[in-house]
């Protein structure tokens, strides 16, 4: 029997991946702005009239506002307002939308180390938004935390972050133990394992790093 997903912020790198990463006989709903073309047929939800979502079986979140290199380090206050209206404000709104629409499991991208009382802005944001997911009382909740994403984007990379992965790519083979959650990973990778732990309901909160979805 097929079931039925949505997937919020579709358009970006991880969204895309995780919708075509989907089975074709799994019936996949995404909420976005702009239509794109995907590798599976999908159906089309207008992010701006999410207030009344459609049953499902589980809703995918991978919204995230673009963001430079500089900004996960120190965030430039011009940016703040904007990160946290798409990573917070509105992560949360959708979210409770999927409560009212009866959705019982959820799954959320947020990030490695991510922490409400971080004194770096960016994972602050990230672990506010954690912890009021888990407030919203769904019966399942999956949270992956990775650390860099690799994959194709829509744009081409900056220079700053091209030379950011080639680096870090090369640390990453010296990175084991507990420093392995700070790898990079393939957003097929997690995308992979995103949809694999949508279909085991664990009735709990689970965090997913580098390990569980490498």
């Known amino acids: 029997m097929s079931k039925k997903y949505l997937v919020a912020g579709a358009t970006g790198l991880m969204g895309t991946t995780l919708v075509n990463q989907i089975p074709l006989n799994e019936d996949v709903t995404v909420i976005a702005r702009r239509k794109i073309n995907y590798k599976r047929p ?6 701006d009239e999410y207030i009344k979502l459609p049953h499902a079986d589980h809703l995918f979140i991978c919204l995230g506002y673009p963001l ?7 965030m430039r206050k011009s940016i703040k307002a904007k990160f946290k209206a798409v990573d917070y404000n509105l992560v949360i709104k959708i979210a409770e939308a999927a409560k009212q629409s009866n959705i019982k499991s959820v ?3 947020s990030s490695i180390e991510a922490h409400p009382k971080s004194l770096n802005y960016y994972l ?6 954690e912890n009021k997911i888990k407030e919203l009382g769904f019966e399942s909740v999956n949270i992956f935390r990775p650390s860099h994403l690799l994959g194709e984007r829509e744009k081409e990379i900056t220079l700053d972050v091209k030379i950011f992965e080639f680096f870090t790519n090369i640390t ?3 990175l084991f133990g507990w420093f392995k959650k700070y790898k990079n990973i393939q957003a097929q990778k997690l995308a992979a394992a995103m949809y694999k732990k949508s279909n085991k309901m664990s009735n709990t909160v689970d965090i997913f790093t580098f ?3 490498s």
């Open 42 to 47: 999908v159906n089309f939800l207008n992010l």
């Open 68 to 74: 430079e290199l500089r900004d996960l380090l120190l």
């Open 107 to 109: 799954s959320v991208i």
């Open 124 to 129: 602050k944001v990230k672990g506010e938004m």
């Open 172 to 174: 990453g083979n010296f």
């Open 211 to 213: 390990k569980d979805f």
